[in-house]
Every structure is written in C-alpha cells, then in structure tokens.
C-alpha cells in the first residue's frame, strides 16, 4: 500500500480513566486485528502488557499498532493518561498526523485531558473528541461538550447525539446525515440497525444539523454566500468543509457512545477516515541546524520519493531484545540499508523491521514515508535522534524533555547487585528521557530523578521485578554549601621539633568573603622575602584543600578569598610541607571565626494552575519560604513564577494537586546559593553531626 492519502497517523490520549485503551482495543476489534477483546479492569488489554500496567490498570507506556480500515491504515498510538508519564505523551504528539482526545461521559474534562490537550495545541494536532462512558451513573453528553469550550477554549463540532443515557443508553443519531445507529443486545458492535432519528429528537437533531452545516460552510466562501442564499450544499461539499476546519485546528468533530459497550465506535473510525489529515496534509517537519537547533527553513517533504528522513521517538526493551520506534517523514528504509544517525555521526545498518501490532510483530522488509515502524537491536540510537540518508545529512526538530523533578537515593541489597543495578539503570535512561540517573560526588551514591513519586515508584519496581535488582531507597536528599560573611585577619604558626630537622612556617593572612560564584581565590602581597616565593603555592595549595568540607556540617565551602600578606621561615627547618601544613591550620582556626554560615539550594520554580486555585498556590508557596516573582494569566490556567528552597520542595506535586484538584503542574530547575535561616541550619547541622557519630 504505497498510496499516502490512505493513511492515518493517530493517537489516542486523555485523562487517566477516560476508556483510551478500551477505545484501542475496539478500534482492533472492529477493524479485525483481534478477535477476543481483552478488558484492562481484567488486566488482559492488548496494548497494556506491562505487568505492572496489567496490575495497575494504567498505561505507562504507549503501544504501537497498526490496523486497517474501509481501505485505510490506522497506525494508532495509545498512551498514558497519568501526569508521571506525559512526556510519552509529548514525543507521540510528535510524530502524529492526529489523535482522538477520549473524555469520560461522566467525568468530563479532566485535569490530564487538560494538559495532553494543551500538548496537542502546541503539537498542533488535528482531532476529533470522543465522549466515552456514555452508559456510565452520571454522564452527561450536553455537559461534557460545554466543559470542552470552556475549560479547553476549544470549539467542538458535534457530529453526533445520543439516542438514552446511562443504562438507557442505547445508540446514536449521525447528526450530518439524519440517521439513527441503534445496538442490539447482545453487545456485538456489528449488531446495529440503521433507523430514522427517534421522534422524540427531531427537532434537536435539526438544530444540530443546521449548527454543523453552519461552522463547516464557513470553511468555503463561495459556499457559505450559497447557502446564504437559500442553497443547500451536498453531503460530499460538506464533508471536504468539515476536512479541512478538522486539519486548520478551526472546529474538532465530537462524537459519542460507549467504549465498552461497543456503540458508537464505528463512526468514530469512519472520522479518522474522512476528517483526519493523512501524512501529505500535514505541515511537514521543518529541518534545523545541527550544532544550533535553530530552524534552517527546510522541511522534510512527505515522499517516498526523497532522501530518507526518519525520527527515533521511543526506545523500549523487551523480550524480542531492544526496539527503537521510527517515523518515516521521508524517503524509504529496506532491510540491510545504512543509514546515519545525525546526531552521533555514526552509521547504522538497519536489520529486523516490524511493523507492530502491540505485542506481536510482523517482519517488514521495506517502509516508506509516513510509515511508523520499529527497528530491533539499534545500537547508538537514542530518543529524539534523526536517522538520514549518509548522501543527504539533515537534523529533524529534536524533542524537548521536562526535567525532572524529584530524586531519591538508592542503593541494591546486596554487595553483588552493583553492576546488574548498572546496567538494567542504562537501559531504562534510554528508554525515558523524564528518568535520569547521575552519582552523588558528596556521599557516592546512586541518585534517580524522575517526574514524580509514582513514576519513581514504577522504575524502582521495573528494575525489582523485569531486572531482579532489589534496592534500598533512601530519603530525598538536599545538596548544602558553606561559607564566610566576615573578614578576618589572622596568624598561624606551625613549628614542630623531634631530633634531626624540625618543621616551621608562620604566615600572616586575611580571609574574606569572596564575589558569588568564585569559588576560592588566593593572592600573595609578601614583600621583602619573609615568605619565599616558592612557598607560596603550598600555602594556596593547603587551603584549597579545606575548601571541600567546612568546619559548620562538613559541606564543601563556597566563595571564600585569602590574601598571605607576611609571615616567617626559618633557613633550616621551613619546607613547602610545613607551609602547607600550617594553611591547613590557620583554616580550621580562623573559619569559625569568619561567620560561618549554611547556604541551601534555591530553585526556580514554575507553577501552572487553574485560576480558581491561584490564592492557594501563592500561600502554600509562601509557607515554604518560597518568593513569587511573577504570574502571566493564559486561556486555561495561571502559570506562577518563583523562587523556593529545594529542601522546602519535598512531596511538593502531590500536594499541588491536592489542592488543584489533580490540574496543577510544576517544574523546577537550581537557580543558586542563597544563606539558611537559622533554625532551618541548626537542624542541618545536628541532623549531619547525628549522622557522623553513628558513622
């Protein structure tokens, strides 16, 4: 099938709960690929085959699969709806030529939906919405729609009604053709009868018809002066109207029915088909310079017929061995082709190609653009790499990843687990770009960071169970420096004697506080030779040393200047050692001396919440020291901007939701140094004391 306007690139992404992957698996259903539905509340969905998604009932990672309908292939994503794994969320928008945004007919907009929807916009991802649940206590359809313009500003075009709700929910009326599609019982979604619209709806489905045929004729100026006048326009006239508002992000076809229940779902595909953009429609993938990342004002033309342009999006290990995920943007890719990897210069062969059908595979031996596809055993590629032709170098728009939020410390079980912990670490970094992993140059150990504590949790669960690493998973840890706030001058002398040469070095000095972010700085205004000069580095060298634990918690000390200004030597018994040793001296002595003081890591914190929340959101940041620089209102939130202590940040998402009922979300990332207050650094100062003696 090599004809491009026959494909369609979706995605189906909501709120978790909303029915996504139930909505995967009758998509598969009806479109023949399986034949015994799974149920997710049974843990034996097709998509979710992770055992901690089976157990969970959530989607952690999105699944890939490829199905065909009315002589269309769907390649369908389905992904995550919780908010520790939006960013499988965000690199799926990349590479789709649309989506379905699924909401639950009883819960309506919901927070997640919020922000994949706001993913989606920035994407710009045509849509259709699909009210799901509509069988379920509670739901409302009208209500569900309403919340849509407002909560996401969004302009639904409802394409059909439903006939009943909750458990009298038992079809729907296609609102563009005047047509009721009403389901059986036996809960077969081929068993539906097609009838006239139920008279108890005439009229609404006449004022939905006349609204529908009034947003799309606005698409076509010759058209809405037509219809102006008095004209109908044909089906087909409208169809191409609904089209192209669809690909300009000007309305969403909204449409209804039950997942589970498996009414409505047709129409739905039918959408995909007539509404949704294939890859040619797309605005292609702009190009950027590879050392800058700025735009180079070329694209990635959709053709078979170009040089290949391909995007890794996703890397996942599984039991087939390592699978790196691929959008064709341009070109071809054949089994025992070389291609380069942009980003590493390095070529690589390609080997095995499947196309996916979430956990089974089928071997490929050519794809082409607008393909999604899988490559086992890619060596050096990483998310977000671009795979080209080595004739024609290019860099596609790379993916920017939040970063991460939270970190713990851990460490295996036992002595032996270090290296398998290592390696099982490597490959889950490659796998998630929100997951890092970097070792604490203070205590030596093992620090994860990840987007919040579920998504933690997770990692550390995949590494107990798919690696058979068991950990010790320490407390969060806060990074605290030490410095001066006095200038103090000084004397220090070292002598020591016990037969045959003794050791002497006497040296006179000032200690200041130095600039912010100088680190340590030493000077030397000796004159007349009471220190030699070649001393001098010893005696720079000596202090450097302290440098790295200070005399308050043993945190290295920051921002500190010296200045040897006299001093003495002895013709026999001074050597650079004793100088050394007498720097060394005169730190501990004059430390204390100089103001020691605690400074903690402040972060630079941005908040985005809705306005209902926002005077929460300020005091709950002001009660953890934080400072409030500014606050820029949007469509669908206000995002707050401010500066608050890292160790005050601790358990931070789960109460920012708590109070935004679940919207709420922040990222943080380390602004600088600021001083402790008192009581906050007497409490450092014994805990790290505590910590020495039971050492």
């Known amino acids: 099938m090599a004809d491009l306007s026959?494909?369609?690139?979706?995605?189906?992404?909501?709120?978790?709960?909303?029915g996504k992957?139930?909505?995967?698996?009758?998509?598969?259903?009806?479109?023949?690929?399986?034949?015994?539905?799974?149920?997710?509340?049974?843990?034996?969905?097709?998509?979710?085959?992770?055992?901690?998604?089976?157990?969970?009932?959530i989607t952690i990672q999105s699944a890939a699969v490829t199905c065909e309908w009315k002589g269309h292939r769907l390649n369908v994503i389905d992904t995550?709806?919780?908010?520790?794994?939006?960013?499988?969320?965000?690199?799926?928008?990349?590479?789709?030529?649309?989506?379905?945004g699924v909401f639950c007919g009883s819960g309506g907009v919901e927070p997640q939906s919020e922000t994949n929807w706001r993913y989606a916009n920035e994407s710009e991802v045509a849509r259709c919405i699909f009210v799901n649940k509509l069988d379920r206590m509670g739901a409302d359809f009208y209500r569900v729609v309403g919340q849509v313009e407002k909560v996401l500003g969004a302009n639904p075009l409802v394409m059909t009604l439903p006939i009943g709700i909750e458990d009298q929910f038992t079809g729907v009326v296609d609102v563009?053709?005047?047509?009721?599609?009403?389901?059986?019982?036996?809960?077969?979604?081929?068993?539906?009868?097609i009838t006239d619209v139920p008279a108890d709806m005439v009229d609404k489905v006449e004022e939905y018809h006349e609204m529908l045929v009034e947003s799309a004729v606005e698409q076509d100026d010759d058209l809405m002066e037509a219809y102006m006048?008095?004209?109908?326009?044909?089906?087909?006239?409208?169809?191409?109207?609904?089209?192209?508002?669809?690909?300009?992000?000007?309305?969403?076809?909204?449409?209804?029915?039950?997942?589970?229940?498996?009414?409505?779902?047709?129409l739905v595909l039918d959408a995909v088909v007539?509404?949704?953009?294939?890859?040619?429609?797309?605005?292609?993938?702009?190009?950027?310079?590879?050392?800058?990342?700025?735009?180079?004002?070329?694209v990635a033309t959709v053709s078979a017929d170009e040089p290949l342009k391909a995007l890794a999006f996703k890397i996942m290990d599984d039991r087939f061995g390592a699978l790196t995920f691929i959008r064709i943007y341009s070109g071809r890719m054949k089994k025992g082709d070389t291609v380069l990897n942009s980003a590493?210069?390095?070529?690589?062969?390609?080997?095995?190609?499947?196309?996916?059908?979430?956990?089974e595979r089928n071997e490929l031996t050519e794809a082409q653009a607008g393909d999604i596809i899988a490559v086992v055993g890619m060596k050096n590629v990483q998310t977000g790499h671009t795979l080209c032709d080595p004739k024609h170098e290019c860099t596609l728009e790379a993916m920017i990843f939040p970063d991460p939020v939270i970190s713990i410390a851990v460490a295996p079980k036992d002595k032996g687990g270090n290296e398998k912990m290592g390696i099982a670490i490597g490959k889950m970094v490659a796998e998630d770009p929100s997951f890092q992993v970097e070792t604490d140059e203070d205590s030596g150990e093992t620090i994860l960071k990840g987007m919040g504590e579920l998504h933690l949790d997770i990692k550390v669960d995949i590494l107990k169970r798919t690696y058979g690493v068991e950990l010790v998973v320490g407390q969060p840890q806060v990074a605290y420096r030490e410095t001066i706030t006095q200038e103090v001058e000084d004397s220090y002398t070292h002598k020591k004697q016990s037969g045959g040469s003794g050791q002497f070095g006497k040296i006179d000095y000032r200690i200041k506080p130095g600039e912010v972010g100088s680190g340590f700085t030493f000077s030397s205004s000796v004159v007349g030779g009471n220190v030699p000069k070649e001393f001098w580095p010893a005696v720079e060298k000596g202090f450097a040393s302290m440098m790295e634990e200070g005399v308050l918690a043993g945190f290295p000390v920051l921002d500190v200047e010296v200045e040897l200004f006299d001093g003495a030597f002895h013709a026999v018994d001074s050597s650079a050692i004793a100088f050394e040793i007498a720097a060394k001296g005169a730190f501990r002595q004059s430390i204390p001396k100089a103001g020691a003081q605690l400074l903690e890591p402040i972060m630079k914190v941005d908040v985005f919440t809705p306005e209902d929340n926002v005077g929460d959101v300020i005091g709950d940041l002001n009660r953890r020291r934080g400072m409030i620089k500014d606050q820029e209102a949007g469509a669908m939130g206000v995002r707050i901007k401010g500066e608050v202590p890292l160790s005050e940040m601790f358990g931070y998402i789960g109460h920012l939701r708590t109070i935004t009922s679940g919207r709420g979300q922040f990222?943080?990332?380390?602004?600088?140094?600021?001083?402790?207050?008192?009581?906050?650094?007497?409490?450092?100062?014994?805990?790290?004391?505590?910590?020495k003696a039971a050492k």
Not at 6 to 18: E, L, M, P, S
Not at 240 to 261: E, M, N, Q, V, Y
Request: hydrophobic share 30%; with cysteine; proline share 6%.
């Open 274 to 298: 007539d509404y949704l953009p294939s890859p040619t429609e797309v605005d292609p993938q702009p190009l950027t310079d590879k050392d800058t990342g700025e735009p180079t004002g070329e």
């Open 80 to 100: 995550p709806g919780h908010v520790d794994f939006t960013v499988e969320v965000y690199r799926s928008l990349k590479v789709l030529d649309g989506g379905i």
């Open 176 to 193: 563009l053709e005047k047509k009721a599609y009403i389901w059986d019982e036996t809960g077969l979604p081929e068993n539906y009868e």
């Open 229 to 266: 006048e008095g004209e109908e326009p044909s089906l087909e006239q409208i169809k191409a109207c609904i089209r192209k508002g669809t690909r300009d992000l000007a309305f969403f076809p909204t449409f209804c029915g039950s997942a589970f229940k498996n009414k409505g779902m047709q």
């Open 344 to 359: 590493t210069g390095k070529t690589e062969r390609i080997g095995r190609m499947v196309e996916m059908q979430a956990d």
């Open 6 to 18: 026959k494909y369609r690139n979706i995605g189906i992404f909501a709120h978790v709960d909303a």
């Open 21 to 57: 992957t139930t909505t995967t698996e009758r998509i598969l259903k009806l479109t023949g690929k399986i034949h015994k539905t799974g149920e997710v509340h049974d843990g034996e969905s097709t998509t979710d085959f992770m055992e901690q998604e089976a157990e969970r009932g």
């Open 667 to 691: 990222s943080m990332e380390f602004s600088h140094y600021a001083p402790c207050p008192q009581n906050v650094a007497d409490t450092v100062i014994a805990a790290e004391k505590e910590k």
